[in-house]
């Protein structure tokens, strides 16, 4: 239930969470929120701009 209510308030705020397991090395859980002032790259990924 944990991940399961991280990833709706994730996508609420227009982000995204990714996981990622390899067995003996543990899991890597990504969360990608948008920043004000933020540009989309053409791989997808956001870039933040100058934040004050």
């Known amino acids: 239930m944990g991940l399961a209510l991280v990833r709706r308030i994730i996508v609420a705020h227009g982000g995204r969470l990714t996981l990622e397991s390899q067995p003996g090395q543990g899991t890597t ?16 990924r956001l870039v933040a701009g100058h934040l004050s």
């Open 29 to 44: 859980a990504r969360v990608l929120l948008p920043a004000t002032g933020a540009a989309d790259t053409p791989d997808g």
